[in-house]
């Protein structure tokens, strides 16, 4: 992994180097962004300042390894509000792993942010992490040897997370000549004396890796009486996948040698990114990702030849950050990168209460939204709602409201027991009644007048059944169907008899003219007795004279006595009464004759 982030793939050829996305233009040339490219949307710039990849609209674009913008900047208003998304520039396979994990972007007067708090790989140290997002920690570190022949030493660079030092021996202050660097200046047994074309067996390296694993033995040569330069010994070297104990430290291919290089299995898509791995003394690539599910990448992640396919991470509503309804967007993977694909386009306004026309107005020139409705009413103001009288509703068609319908407004007052001018009353001043009509009843019931009752016209008698007929008017007072029934009385009728002289009251001393009729008087089907008092001395036809006082019934009243009177026919005068005034029978003024009295007057009065 440390390669992959090191490495120029010129051209962006197919090898694990080639995952990273931003290469999708501008192929030809430039070092491709690792890991910067395709985030949500957009290429980002490439690590080491290489061609950064082109594509559609995204959302942000991811950042690259050096935090470099995303190009291609998202359209215009590609946000709205305070919403967030989750980013990551890093190559495919990677999120997750180790130390990488995903970043997110927050919106910025329409614009995704550059990407915050992600972490892509990066080379690999010694700190016990998976800095790179291999899944493995703290591998490759490698050995460091230091110091010379007998002083050498060699160690691993990195143990438990912890970078290693590496201090020589402390070497012997001369040579002992027996064929070692003992001085650990890098010369065997230099100073000590020797036949020429002798030899021995010389070693400059680590006396304990002498004879373990490759490490062999040399020979050295004296020559003008010193020992020549070790020749033909085999000293400690960086491990190889090969079977072989190269570094003689007693182990065969330990540390993973030529381990963790970038590789390509052969495989199509994001399976063709691998690692090199040491496996049974032989290097092989190991896939680093397995088939996944598709994601708008520029990636073929489900490792089908095909990236992108299907459109992933489509159909989401989004916002174009244009106004109106032409902001509705829905998500389209376009170059391996999500953008914001405009729903509708610009039209004419249709009153709907949304910006058609998408200039920022809703509905201008409209009173109304096509399909709201409203109340309304017409009638005269303190009506509504009393009586029958409600309110309507009206619609609005074509951006104005129509015709109020379903109102019930005042209307004239009619005999139905509601109230329809709207007034707080029903059936008030007799609607439609007053005319006159036929009861249906005998006699005076008969005559009615039409009257509201109810809620309906009914025929209401004008006058009320009298307790008995009053005779001789003709009519049927009574209304039982027959006329002046039990007036078989007579009337105006002078019979002979004496009259009552003037006196006093005994009782009470008062002086008195009064004459009473012995016969009770039949008046409206009842005998009634009179008294009468002021009379004429003549009688003139047998009338009476014009009436000279009130109406009397059972009541004596004070005047003149008639003493004598005339029989009509004989024109004699006759011992016969009549009353100077008419006498009051309900329905008129009758006269009365009388002839014999009564020794008691009515009231009380006695007649002397």
């Not at 972490?119 to 570190?141: F, M, S, Y």
């Not at 009338?543 to 024109?571: I, N, P, R």
């Amino acid at each position: 992994m440390q390669s992959l982030l090191r490495s120029a793939v010129v051209g962006c050829l197919v090898v694990v180097a080639a995952a990273a996305v931003g290469c999708a233009s501008g192929e030809s040339s430039g070092t491709p962004a690792v890991g910067g490219g395709t985030s949500i949307g957009g290429s980002g710039t490439g690590a080491s300042g290489g061609t950064s990849g082109t594509g559609g609209s995204s959302v942000g674009g991811g950042a690259g390894t050096d935090g470099g913008a995303g190009t291609g900047g998202g359209w215009p208003g590609e946000c709205s509000g305070a919403a967030e998304q989750p980013c990551y520039g890093g190559p495919a396979g990677t999120e997750g792993v180790g130390e990488c994990k995903a970043g997110k972007q927050v919106c910025e007067n329409g614009k995704w942010s550059a990407c915050q708090g992600e972490v892509i790989p990066a080379d690999e140290t010694c700190d016990k992490r998976d800095n790179d997002c291999d899944g493995l920690e703290d591998e490759d570190q490698g050995q460091t040897t230091c110091g010379k022949g007998a002083c050498q030493v060699t160690v691993e660079n990195c143990v438990a997370g912890v970078a290693q030092t590496c201090t020589p021996k402390q070497g012997s202050a001369t040579e002992q000549c027996d064929g070692t660097d003992d001085n650990c200046d890098g010369q065997v047994d230099e100073g000590c004396s020797c036949t020429n074309g002798q030899t021995q067996a010389c070693y400059t390296g680590a006396p304990a890796t002498k004879n373990v694993g490759e490490c062999s033995a040399g020979t050295q040569t004296c020559s003008g009486g010193k020992w020549g330069t070790c020749s033909g010994e085999q000293l400690p070297v960086a491990e190889k996948c090969n079977g072989l104990d190269d570094d003689c430290d007693g182990q065969t291919d330990e540390g993973n040698p030529q381990g963790g290089q970038t590789c390509n299995t052969g495989k199509q898509g994001a399976c063709g990114a691998g690692t090199t791995a040491c496996q049974n003394s032989t290097l092989v690539c190991n896939q680093n990702v397995q088939p996944s599910a598709e994601i708008c990448d520029g990636v073929d992640n489900n490792c089908n030849g095909s990236a992108d396919e299907g459109n992933p991470g489509s159909g989401q509503t989004c916002s174009t950050g244009k106004l109106g309804v032409c902001s509705a967007g829905t998500t389209q993977c376009q170059s391996g990168g999500i953008v914001c694909a405009q729903n509708v386009q610009p039209s004419t306004e249709t009153c709907d209460g949304a910006d058609n026309n998408c200039n920022g107005n809703v509905d201008e020139g409209c009173n109304c939204l096509n399909g709201t409705t409203q109340g309304c009413y017409t009638g005269a103001p303190g009506t509504q709602g009393v009586g029958q009288c409600k309110a309507g509703t009206q619609t609005c068609t074509n951006g104005n409201w129509g015709a109020c319908t379903g109102q019930v407004i005042p209307t004239t007052e009619t005999c139905n027991a509601k109230d329809d001018n709207c007034n707080g009353s029903t059936d008030e001043n007799n609607p439609g009644g007053g005319g006159g009509c036929t009861t249906g009843l005998p006699g005076i019931c008969s005559a009615g007048s039409y009257q509201c009752q109810g809620g309906s016209l009914q025929c209401v008698q004008s006058q009320q059944a009298a307790p008995s007929d009053t005779c001789g008017n003709n009519q049927d007072d009574n209304c039982n169907g027959q006329v002046d029934e039990n007036c078989g009385c007579p009337h105006d009728v002078c019979s002979a008899g004496v009259a009552l002289p003037n006196g006093c009251d005994a009782a009470t001393g008062n002086c008195v003219s009064k004459v009473c009729a012995v016969d009770s008087y039949c008046c409206s089907g009842s005998w009634d007795s009179i008294c009468v008092s002021e009379v004429r001395t003549v009688c003139k036809s047998l009338k009476c004279s014009e009436s000279q006082g009130s109406c009397a019934h059972t009541l004596c009243v004070t005047g003149t006595q008639l003493v004598s009177g005339c029989d009509s026919a004989k024109a004699n005068c006759v011992s016969a009464i009549c009353a100077a005034d008419s006498y009051c029978c309900t329905y008129g003024w009758d006269s009365y004759c009388v002839s014999e009295v009564a020794s008691v007057c009515a009231n009380g009065y006695n007649c002397l």
